[in-house]
């Protein structure tokens, strides 16, 4: 039987841990050929070829305008085009109100997970006029809707992937690319490594489900927006929160 991404090409950025590395895993065990795409190496092309797909890897840091489109250069000679784009790559930055935190802490979670998303999505969309079509998910999260105090670096990065991917879904929609974002609660990935197990316990119960999420359970809805199944979605918001925005 054939499978749902056979003959597709698939980018992922930050492809190398978390929530990219389940996506990465789950776009090649559906048949796609995987570019990762993270600022250092890591084993997500080792895990991809050991259960038998095709990855490379290319690496990047998506908050240098350049190198993302060196990326995009990259991938086009390895694969000759890009079905598929998720622009994930993220950091969670500087913890602090706003009034306490340092300009160059609030500048770099802007230039990685806002400008990095803006870069990347500009190139693509480039090749994928080319090749009249294609499918962007970004990851924005709960925080891109709601704030969340001594986060606003983020939360304003956040907000602005929201923005920028329906700006682009009004912009490319009607030339067959379509774009949207994925809106994660709090997901159980080296990201939070910052927090304490406390703190981690306290966001948990923040989700009605009772518990922080798994990279696998965002990968399945990233898997669905990327797919045909989702042919009539564009330019939406998609939370997957255990009922985090419901509070
Ligand atoms: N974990 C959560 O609770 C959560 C919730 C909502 C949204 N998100 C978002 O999900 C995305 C993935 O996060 P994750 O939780 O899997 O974290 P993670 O730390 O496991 O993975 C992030 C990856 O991005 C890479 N990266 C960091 N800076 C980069 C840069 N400048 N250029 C290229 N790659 C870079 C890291 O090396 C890492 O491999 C991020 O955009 C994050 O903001 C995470």
Redesign the pocket.
Known sequence: MKKLFEGKVALV??G?????QATALAYAANGAKVII????N?DTVSKIIEAGGEACFFQ????IAIECAQLIKQSIDMYGKIDIAFN????LGEINPIADMSIEGFEKVIS??LN?IFYCMKFEIEQMLIQRGGVIVN?A??LGEVGFGSFSGYVAAKHGVVGLTQNAAIEYSSKGIRINCVA????N????NKLDNKTKAELAIKHPIGRLGK?DEVASLVIWLSSDAASYASGGYYPIDGGYLTL
Not at 37 to 40: E, G
Not at 60 to 63: G, I, K
Not at 184 to 187: A, E, R, T
């Open positions: 950025t930050g190398g841990s978390g929530i990219g795409s993270d600022i250092s890591n990047t840091d998506v908050s994930n790559a993220g950091i990685v997970n990095g990851t999260s709960i994660p609660g709090f997901i990935t080296p990201l939070l990279p």
